[in-house]
């Protein structure tokens, strides 16, 4: 945004002009710091040291530095100008700005005449030479604004004269400096040239390499920088891959030798110089330990370089022995922790880097797994006599890219650049590359459609309960990973130790949630290891799965075991084999790897990890293994190989490039209608090989790579890049429609410019994978290929096998955003005339089968129906016909041509009656609806085309016309209603050349198949002023096309959408509008408001929109997702305010587009895997399936679990009876009863999740023993009572009630525990079961509750059930008996209060009956009756806060449950105390009691106090929500506004509430309330923030408290992190000595500028006169 009016000012008095210049002052100050608008290029003068201090060894790293400054930038007449001269006592100008107009020219100087020149130095001297040479003249014809003037100086030491006059004037004339330092340079000339922080500190001149590649980036960050821009808080970028918390662990006791100690902190020294260590960026934590452990610096405390650096040179040794192990546990309790500074909630990478020379004393193995299971990375660097054994547990998985291993301390400084590139390496790798090579495996995936898998899981008494949870995880995520459905991909399980167990066969679940959960709900079983007895029950098994599937599935068994086999392997073994199953066998622990190969019958599907928290890095290569099959079956490609052959390579890593060659090839389908290869080699010239179609057996190309010569010389990729690019065309062998890889492998860094030359292949179609050591440029690989995970970056030729398969299978299997047809209703109509011949009719059919082979078959996928026609239609299958693929593929196969005349129109219009609901059409349930017409020939009856075809779309039928020969493009155009729509090809034989482009419009039409039926949704867009209107609109019209996937209505998908830039805009709240043309109405009419991009402050602010007044269904489990898409960086801080929401159970995803910063993204979504980044807003529309998809997978895992026993009581049953004869109430009501208490939602500590019910019944009269088992629902599980006899009567006595409460195996388990009886009425003495039922719930029972059953009983027999129950909170009044209406939805609500009571410490939970859902906020109608809620108006501003927290919580409408008992809740106040909350949770235990007696309390009132210290008007803002606390009587209570007001947890009083009628439960209950009660009870308080909105505070809210608590704090943590840089002033003092000043670098950003290579236009290439032919080649192209 350019602000530039022109006003004529004669006329103006002195009051218009003061009112013009405040308003010029307030547009100024709204002008963004990062606008695209602004300035992008510029006049750049490098002035360079070339003093003898610097020396002339030095002076080629600073040439070097030149050398590739100019090559990145691109410098033409309209972008960067650029100027050079060197230093020493005075100025040697070597070019101006306006000598050369390239880049060629500017190099041939550099090389010819750019040479050391020697002198003192004076740095003031040469500023003041500057000045006048380059910054007095007029800028020829440049305007400032538009190009402004830089100086970048560089200097070696301390100037001999003043700098900071000379400084100013430049500066003072509008010149820009940024100083680097390198050597000796002094830190207070730095500061005092540069413009504000860009001053930077190196600590050799051989850093200057890796800084070039931020240099770009600084220039551009310069260019963008306003002095004393106005209320901007600027968030200064992260320098490549920085942002991590990484702490060194040092094993101290250094044998004695000084000189040992000195290589240690000199090698930490230089690490940490290198790295850009800031508050936002990179954290460095120090931990020093031998026999004890001490931390030196926490990583709150590791945010300035200069410090960090002085706590190194303050090391010394210690004596003692090496307790590892316990070092390790103190970093995973102290140092890795939020408190004291790890930014792990905002997903910042956790590393941990262990560096020691001896064995620890201590078990190392159980502190690592526990570090490692938190989420840290370890690696660990052994020295000297480090034990390998102890090393490779500790550190990550694999060992050999985490493990390092020097012989002395003296190879530490030869490591330090290794150690920077793993660090690095590793941050792209969790930021970047792991989740978008998993996104890529699982579209990969998709192709194995169909397989059945069987799970064989050790349950052997040698695994813990932790690690037997982590192989559950590991076998949901595998699993996870397919397309599970009966015709489609199955799944079955079995444990087994001593004896095996089937825990649910193959066909038992039909969808991946209840997989899911049938695999979370395994119980461990214990015992010895028999291995091969269970493979063999096994195989039983998979053999009946085959069979069920006529043996044409491919059938695998993924086997994990953590121990060696008690019984023989082999034999089973072979006979899997036999039957062709496919067998992975994973070790962990103590699994014996000779077994291990024998139960998989071949090394690639063995696989073994150290510990169960190393599955999860083995998961994707074991499915990528599973899948590899299907997704290569096909293979088709063309592939060239474009290999470095420079000198830095040598002949013995040369010869290991050719063996991965070779290895890529074997596992290559070679042939001209599969791969084809060829191969070109470079250094500074280009070699071909051979080309595509020269080779077509796997043994030749092999042959050839073997006789390829090594060529020497240097690097010049770019010219490789531009020479290979000829190799994809037809000339040279490649094929049409056939996809084109370029593989490149190099070892070295490229010294001409990549990016042009690799951007060109791109838009050709080229798929770049580069493969480069640690020798190679990682930004300039990232250049290349064009997204990170496109790169693999190895430490050393050995590590290339490693990527062979990951390589291979993105070659058969390129992510492609639209993979499969998902939910879509299709048609084909078909010319079935006699101008068609029996093969042409065939090339018809497979085109259309082509097409239902891409698409999910199903009922409730996708459909299709086909009709042929000649002179009159025929229906071959309507859309409800058929329900799977094969079954429509065989009618098509089977069809035959009728013959006759073509009436297209007269087939059409009859097609009009298949898409009805009557013929299975579902376009009224919103499916979308496709016609597909394919003939080749002009219609009879083309007349009536145009409104035929018009009729149909006009009803919502999309239709594609596909014409062959004689058809006529303009009939075509007729039917199809617009270009983009009909396909014509000349011959049948091009049905083929089409089939991708008709299958993209047809899957692009199509829906994601959702796995959830409700979301709250709500769009935060960006409308910053760096987006051009063009753009913004791109950006509405994807977030329209989102909406299309989704059933939009209140009860099932509500969306909201909000605007941001520097100022937040709401747009509309969820549930405003509903349909999903009413929702894309509104989005497009949403209008940009520009400014500043300040998403910190935008998700702030959208936080009300996840509220239920604003018609948020956060408190009934509907999962809370809000969508980010933004186009630049945050210029304010974003991380808390993420971190706020997300702990509100607020799913958040983002999409960034174009030159976005990744790892600000992950703080903002804290996962990888719930971000997305496309180059350009042209390619949303790419991605809008997989953010659908995305949002569809939401519901988060349960950490919540309910167990239920069911038990069956009745006294008229017979012996010899089977157990549901006589029982028809178990028919027709206990499957409903089941399904409706299958999941929970509305826990409130489990937002958008479902709480997880495992059911197991308990048959005690059955003739042989009944053995109980927990499952998850399915509509079999009543299969297991099928064929139970009873041996007579079942009574309701003691025993009853005891075997049914030892049915729960593990009764110590945190989850929750019910006995539900279905009863005919007590058989035993009342009060001896009453004390049983009591006697139950002290021993850990949650809730007894009784179903009375019709029949003959005496009728007091039924009243007396109610005496035995307990844990039906108010409800105890209430007798459930069986045909009672809503009877499921009853029980759900009870089992919800035993959800809050055992996994949310929610003591008591009040639930009115149903309501509406219609009205948003029906909580709060429930509220008002009874409760002082109504009032809400506060005298007092927050003073007089007094119990107004517990008001809040009232609300919800508990009061109506229980009648007066409230008044002690007051003791609630103490809540306020510790930040940590949890203290002020005792009060709880006290009832809410709404009787305005209690009210005084006005304690509370101190919280509100601390309100106003905020100084930031924000929490003034929270005030005010409290005004509606007061309540009635006491109306103070309320007026407490919400902050503090986290005691609002007393729910729970209600506890004490309804025991109140039975006096034994009574009593049962106090005694339970109180103690324990009050500990929970922190959770609780979330409450508050629920009652904001008054009425739509249902109980359910108080629970959300907490987080409410957690915001306050937000707001401090906002100051304070702007004040607390003050402090760290006085560190500056100490960096003032001289020598430590000096490596207190503060700003080197490490390497990473990758994202700096911006564009530099390569084709201005050398005069090829010079020697250097790269730059010659480049030229030419330039000249063209």
């Known amino acids: 945004m350019e602000v530039s009016p022109r006003f004529e000012v004669e006329d103006f008095s002195g009051h218009n002009m003061m009112l013009l210049?405040?308003?010029?002052?307030?547009?100024?100050?709204?002008?963004?710091?990062?606008?695209?608008?602004?300035?992008?290029?510029?006049?750049?003068?490098?002035?360079?040291?070339?003093?003898?201090?610097?020396?002339?060894?030095?002076?080629?790293?600073?040439?070097?530095?030149?050398?590739?400054?100019?090559?990145?930038?691109?410098?033409?007449?309209?972008?960067?100008?650029?100027?050079?001269?060197?230093?020493?006592?005075?100025?040697?100008?070597?070019?101006?700005?306006?000598?050369?107009?390239?880049?060629?020219?500017?190099?041939?100087?550099?090389?010819?005449?750019?040479?050391?020149?020697?002198?003192?130095?004076?740095?003031?001297?040469?500023?003041?030479?500057?000045?006048?040479?380059?910054?007095?003249?007029?800028?020829?014809?440049?305007?400032?604004?538009?190009?402004?003037?830089?100086?970048?100086?560089?200097?070696?030491?301390?100037?001999?004269?003043?700098?900071?006059?000379?400084?100013?004037?430049?500066?003072?004339?509008?010149?820009?400096?940024?100083?680097?330092?390198?050597?000796?340079?002094?830190?207070?000339?730095?500061?005092?040239?540069?413009?504000?922080?860009?001053?930077?500190?190196?600590?050799?001149?051989?850093?200057?390499?890796?800084?070039?590649?931020?240099?770009?980036?600084?220039?551009?960050?310069?260019?963008?920088?306003?002095?004393?821009?106005?209320?901007?808080?600027?968030?200064?970028?992260?320098?490549?891959?920085?942002?991590?918390?990484?702490?060194?662990?040092?094993?101290?006791?250094?044998?004695?030798?000084?000189?040992?100690?000195?290589?240690?902190?000199?090698?930490?020294?230089?690490?940490?110089?290198?790295?850009?260590?800031?508050?936002?960026?990179?954290?460095?934590?120090?931990?020093?330990?031998?026999?004890?452990?001490?931390?030196?610096?926490?990583?709150?405390?590791?945010?300035?370089?200069?410090?960090?650096?002085?706590?190194?040179?303050?090391?010394?040794?210690?004596?003692?022995?090496?307790?590892?192990?316990?070092?390790?546990?103190?970093?995973?309790?102290?140092?890795?922790?939020?408190?004291?500074?790890?930014?792990?909630?905002?997903?910042?990478?956790?590393?941990?880097?262990?560096?020691?020379?001896?064995?620890?004393?201590?078990?190392?193995?159980?502190?690592?797994?526990?570090?490692?299971?938190?989420?840290?990375?370890?690696?660990?660097?052994?020295?000297?006599?480090?034990?390998?054994?102890?090393?490779?547990?500790?550190?990550?998985?694999?060992?050999?890219?985490?493990?390092?291993?020097?012989?002395?301390?003296?190879?530490?400084?030869?490591?330090?650049?290794?150690?920077?590139?793993?660090?690095?390496?590793?941050?792209?790798?969790?930021?970047?590359?792991?989740?978008?090579?998993?996104?890529?495996?699982?579209?990969g995936c998709v192709d194995t459609e169909e397989a059945d898998i069987y799970l064989l899981i050790d349950g052997s008494g040698s695994t813990q309960a932790t690690d037997f949870h982590e192989m559950k995880t590991f076998l949901s995520e595998v699993v996870g990973m397919f397309n599970i459905a009966p015709h489609k991909v199955r799944v079955g399980a079995v444990q087994y130790a001593d004896s095996w167990d089937l825990e649910f066969e193959i066909n038992k679940y039909s969808n991946k949630q209840d997989l899911g959960k049938a695999i979370e709900n395994i119980r461990q079983m214990g015992g010895n290891t028999n291995t091969g007895a269970a493979l063999n029950f096994t195989l039983s098994l998979l053999q009946k799965a085959k069979k069920q599937r006529g043996n044409k599935v491919p059938c695998h068994l993924v086997v994990l075991t953590n121990g060696m086999s008690k019984d023989s392997i082999l034999e089973p073994a072979n006979r899997l084999r036999e039957e062709h199953i496919r067998v992975y066998a994973i070790g962990i622990k103590e699994a014996n790897q000779t077994q291990l190969r024998e139960i998989a019958g071949e090394e690639k599907r063995v696989y073994y990890v150290h510990d169960f928290d190393a599955l999860k890095d083995i998961r994707n290569q074991v499915v990528q293994e599973i899948c590899t099959e299907e997704a290569?079956?096909?293979?088709?490609?063309?592939?060239?190989?474009?290999?470095?052959?420079?000198?830095?390579?040598?002949?013995?890593?040369?010869?290991?490039?050719?063996?991965?060659?070779?290895?890529?090839?074997?596992?290559?389908?070679?042939?001209?209608?599969?791969?084809?290869?060829?191969?070109?080699?470079?250094?500074?010239?280009?070699?071909?090989?051979?080309?595509?179609?020269?080779?077509?057996?796997?043994?030749?190309?092999?042959?050839?790579?073997?006789?390829?010569?090594?060529?020497?010389?240097?690097?010049?990729?770019?010219?490789?890049?531009?020479?290979?690019?000829?190799?994809?065309?037809?000339?040279?062998?490649?094929?049409?429609?056939?996809?084109?890889?370029?593989?490149?492998?190099?070892?070295?860094?490229?010294?001409?410019?990549?990016?042009?030359?690799?951007?060109?292949?791109?838009?050709?179609?080229?798929?770049?994978?580069?493969?480069?050591?640690?020798?190679?440029?990682?930004?300039?690989?990232?250049?290349?290929?064009?997204?990170?995970?496109?790169?693999?970056?190895?430490?050393?030729?050995?590590?290339?096998?490693?990527?062979?398969?990951?390589?291979?299978?993105?070659?058969?299997?390129?992510?492609?955003?639209?993979?499969?047809i998902e939910v879509l209703d299709v048609v084909f109509v078909i010319d079935s005339s006699g101008s068609i011949d029996y093969d042409e009719y065939n090339i018809m059919k497979d085109f259309m089968i082509g097409l239902v082979k891409k698409a999910d078959v199903g009922k409730n996928q996708v459909r299709f129906g086909a009709l042929k026609y000649a002179d009159d239609p025929e229906v071959l299958f309507y859309l409800d016909d058929f329900g799977t693929k094969l079954e429509v593929i065989s009618v098509l196969q089977n069809d035959q041509a009728m013959g006759g005349s073509t009436y297209t129109a007269e087939a059409l219009g009859f097609s009009d009656h298949m898409f009805t609901e009557a013929r299975g059409s579902r376009l009224n349930k919103g499916v979308p609806q496709v016609l597909i017409v394919i003939t080749d020939g002009e219609s009879h009856d083309a007349d009536k085309l145009n409104a035929t075809a018009k009729a149909l779309r006009d009803k919502g039928i999309l239709v594609l016309a596909v014409g062959i020969d004689g058809a006529n493009p303009v009939e075509l155009l007729a039917m199809a209603g617009s270009s983009d729509k009909y396909f014509f090809v000349e011959t049948f034989g091009g049905l083929k050349g089409i089939f991708s482009d008709v299958t993209a419009s047809v899957c692009n039409s199509s829906k994601v198949d959702c796995e959830i039926d409700k979301v709250d949704l709500v769009f935060l867009m960006d409308g910053s002023t760096s987006i051009q209107p063009n753009d913004f609109k791109k950006m509405k019209e994807f977030l329209a096309s989102v909406v299309q996937d989704f059933d939009v209505s209140l009860n099932r998908v509500r969306i909201g959408a909000a605007q941001f830039s520097d100022t937040y805009h709401p747009e509309f709240p969820l549930g405003t509008f509903i349909g999903e043309k009413e929702i894309s109405f509104q989005i497009e009419n949403i209008k940009q408001i520009f400014g500043n991009t300040h998403i910190g402050a935008a998700l702030r602010e959208v936080e009300h929109y996840f509220r239920p007044d604003m018609g948020s269904r956060i408190n009934t489990g509907t999962p809370q997702v809000l969508l980010v898409l933004t186009d630049g960086q945050s210029q304010d801080e974003v991380a808390q305010a993420a971190e706020a929401l997300r702990h509100r159970g607020i799913d958040i995803y983002s999409v960034g587009i174009g030159d976005v910063d990744d790892q600000q993204l992950i703080q903002i979504t804290g996962t990888a895997e719930k971000k997305l980044t496309v180059h350009n807003f042209d390619e949303l529309k790419k991605v809008n399936k997989r953010i659908v998809r995305n949002i569809c997978t939401t519901a988060g895992e349960s950490n919540c679990f309910v167990d239920v026993v069911v038990g069956f009581d009745v006294s008229t049953q017979e012996k010899g009876q089977t157990l549901l004869e006589g029982q028809p109430w178990m028919e027709t009501y206990l499957q409903d009863i089941l399904r409706a208490i299958s999941s929970l939602n509305g826990v409130s500590c489990e937002v958008g999740t479902e709480t997880q019910v495992s059911v197991a019944f308990q048959v005690t009269n059955a003739m042989e023993k009944y053995s109980p088992k927990f499952e998850i629902y399915s509509e079999n599980i009543l299969n297991s009572l099928k064929d139970i006899t009873v041996k007579g009567p079942s009574l309701l006595n003691?025993?009853?009630?005891?075997?049914?409460?030892?049915?729960?195996?593990?009764?110590?388990?945190?989850?929750?525990?019910?006995?539900?009886?279905?009863?005919?009425?007590?058989?035993?003495?009342?009060?001896?079961?009453?004390?049983?039922?009591?006697?139950?719930?002290?021993?850990?029972?949650?809730?007894?509750?009784?179903?009375?059953?019709?029949?003959?009983?005496?009728?007091?027999?039924?009243?007396?059930?109610?005496?035995?129950?307990?844990?039906?909170?108010?409800?105890?009044?209430?007798?459930?008996?069986?045909?009672?209406?809503?009877?499921?939805?009853?029980?759900?609500?009870?089992?919800?209060?035993?959800?809050?009571?055992?996994?949310?410490?929610?003591?008591?939970?009040?639930?009115g009956g149903d309501g509406t859902m219609g009205d948003p906020g029906p909580p709060g109608k429930r509220g008002p009756p009874g409760f002082k809620g109504s009032e809400g108006y506060l005298g007092e501003e927050g003073i007089a806060g007094e119990r107004g927290a517990p008001g809040p919580v009232g609300e919800q409408g508990t009061k109506g449950c229980y009648g007066t008992k409230g008044p002690k809740g007051n003791r609630g106040l103490n809540g306020q105390e510790g930040e940590v909350g949890e203290n002020g949770i005792d009060g709880l235990n006290g009832e809410q009691g709404d009787n305005g007696l209690p009210g005084r309390k006005g304690e509370k009132g101190d919280e509100g106090s601390q309100g106003s210290p905020g100084k930031r008007g924000t929490p003034g803002d929270r005030g005010a929500k409290g005004l509606r606390g007061d309540p009635g009587a006491p109306g103070v209570d309320s007026s407490i506004e919400g902050p503090t007001g986290l005691k609002g947890e007393r729910g729970r009083q209600g506890r004490r509430g309804w025991p109140g009628p039975p006096g034994t439960p009574g009593s049962r209950r106090k005694t339970a309330a109180h103690g324990r009660r009050g500990h929970t009870g922190?959770?609780?308080?979330?409450?508050?923030?629920?009652?904001?909105?008054?009425?739509?505070?249902?109980?359910?809210?108080?629970?959300?408290?907490?987080?409410?608590?957690?915001?306050?704090?937000?707001?401090?943590?906002?100051?304070?992190?702007?004040?607390?840089?003050?402090?760290p002033g006085p560190g500056g003092e100490a960096g003032n000595q001289g020598r430590l000043g000096s490596q207190g670098n503060k700003g080197e950003p490490g390497d990473l500028g990758e994202k700096g290579a911006v564009g530099f236009p390569g084709p201005r290439g050398l005069q090829g006169n010079d020697g250097s032919p790269g730059y010659g080649s480049v030229g030419r192209k330039g000249a063209k």
């Open 21 to 443: 210049i405040l308003f010029l002052v307030i547009i100024c100050s709204h002008i963004s710091v990062n606008q695209d608008s602004g300035p992008e290029y510029a006049d750049v003068v490098f002035l360079v040291d070339s003093s003898d201090r610097l020396g002339s060894k030095s002076f080629p790293f600073v040439k070097m530095f030149i050398t590739k400054m100019i090559s990145s930038l691109p410098i033409e007449a309209d972008k960067y100008r650029v100027a050079l001269a060197q230093y020493s006592d005075k100025l040697h100008s070597e070019f101006h700005l306006s000598t050369f107009k390239g880049r060629s020219p500017m190099l041939n100087h550099l090389r010819k005449n750019f040479g050391f020149i020697g002198g003192s130095l004076q740095i003031g001297k040469a500023l003041q030479e500057a000045h006048r040479t380059y910054f007095s003249a007029p800028a020829n014809g440049r305007d400032k604004k538009q190009f402004p003037p830089i100086l970048v100086v560089l200097a070696s030491s301390e100037s001999e004269d003043n700098v900071e006059e000379a400084s100013k004037a430049l500066r003072k004339d509008g010149v820009k400096i940024i100083s680097v330092g390198v050597q000796k340079a002094s830190e207070e000339n730095l500061k005092a040239m540069a413009t504000s922080q860009f001053h930077f500190n190196l600590r050799t001149v051989r850093d200057l390499s890796m800084f070039s590649q931020n240099m770009t980036h600084i220039i551009k960050d310069v260019i963008k920088y306003k002095e004393g821009a106005v209320d901007d808080i600027f968030v200064e970028a992260c320098q490549g891959p920085s942002m991590a918390d990484v702490v060194f662990l040092l094993d101290m006791s250094i044998n004695g030798s000084e000189e040992n100690f000195d290589y240690l902190k000199g090698f930490l020294e230089e690490s940490v110089s290198a790295l850009d260590i800031k508050e936002n960026c990179m954290r460095v934590g120090l931990v020093a330990y031998s026999n004890e452990t001490k931390v030196i610096n926490s990583l709150s405390m590791g945010i300035n370089k200069s410090e960090v650096l002085q706590h190194i040179q303050n090391l010394s040794p210690r004596t003692g022995k090496a307790y590892t192990g316990a070092a390790i546990k103190k970093l995973r309790k102290e140092v890795f922790s939020a408190r004291n500074g790890s930014r792990k909630n905002q997903g910042v990478p956790q590393i941990a880097v262990l560096v020691t020379h001896r064995d620890s004393e201590d078990n190392v193995t159980k502190a690592a797994v526990n570090l490692r299971r938190e989420g840290v990375t370890i690696f660990t660097l052994g020295i000297e006599g480090a034990s390998d054994t102890q090393l490779e547990k500790i550190a990550s998985h694999p060992a050999e890219q985490y493990v390092s291993k020097l012989k002395t301390f003296a190879d530490l400084a030869a490591h330090n650049q290794t150690f920077l590139k793993k660090l690095r390496n590793q941050i792209t790798h969790t930021v970047s590359v792991f989740s978008e090579r998993t996104e890529t495996l699982k579209s």
């Open 1294 to 1407: 003691a025993n009853l009630l005891d075997s049914l409460w030892d049915t729960f195996q593990n009764k110590s388990a945190a989850r929750g525990k019910v006995v539900l009886l279905f009863s005919d009425g007590l058989d035993d003495d009342v009060e001896k079961l009453e004390q049983k039922s009591d006697e139950l719930r002290k021993e850990g029972l949650n809730a007894l509750i009784t179903v009375a059953l019709d029949g003959p009983a005496d009728s007091s027999d039924l009243a007396d059930l109610p005496y035995i129950e307990f844990g039906k909170g108010f409800e105890y009044r209430t007798q459930l008996s069986i045909g009672m209406r809503e009877l499921g939805s009853r029980l759900s609500k009870q089992l919800v209060n035993v959800a809050e009571r055992t996994c949310c410490c929610l003591f008591c939970k009040c639930i």
């Open 1578 to 1623: 922190p959770q609780g308080t979330a409450g508050i923030p629920g009652p904001d909105g008054l009425e739509g505070s249902l109980g359910l809210k108080g629970p959300q408290g907490p987080r409410g608590e957690a915001g306050v704090k937000g707001e401090k943590g906002g100051v304070g992190s702007k004040g607390p840089q003050g402090p």
């Open 632 to 820: 290569c079956k096909e293979m088709k490609a063309d592939i060239m190989f474009l290999v470095d052959s420079s000198g830095s390579i040598g002949p013995e890593n040369f010869s290991k490039m050719k063996t991965f060659m070779k290895n890529l090839v074997s596992k290559s389908q070679i042939g001209p209608d599969r791969v084809q290869i060829g191969v070109v080699q470079f250094s500074d010239i280009n070699k071909e090989e051979f080309q595509l179609n020269r080779f077509m057996s796997q043994s030749d190309i092999s042959n050839a790579i073997d006789q390829m010569a090594h060529i020497g010389q240097t690097t010049l990729t770019g010219s490789a890049l531009s020479f290979v690019s000829q190799y994809f065309s037809p000339t040279k062998g490649a094929r049409p429609n056939i996809r084109k890889f370029l593989i490149l492998i190099t070892d070295g860094e490229a010294q001409d410019i990549v990016k042009e030359p690799a951007v060109v292949l791109r838009q050709e179609g080229v798929i770049i994978y580069s493969v480069g050591v640690f020798g190679s440029n990682v930004t300039q690989l990232e250049e290349i290929s064009g997204r990170p995970e496109m790169v693999f970056y190895v430490e050393n030729f050995d590590i290339l096998q490693r990527i062979e398969d990951d390589l291979v299978f993105g070659i058969c299997s390129p992510r492609e955003e639209c993979k499969r």
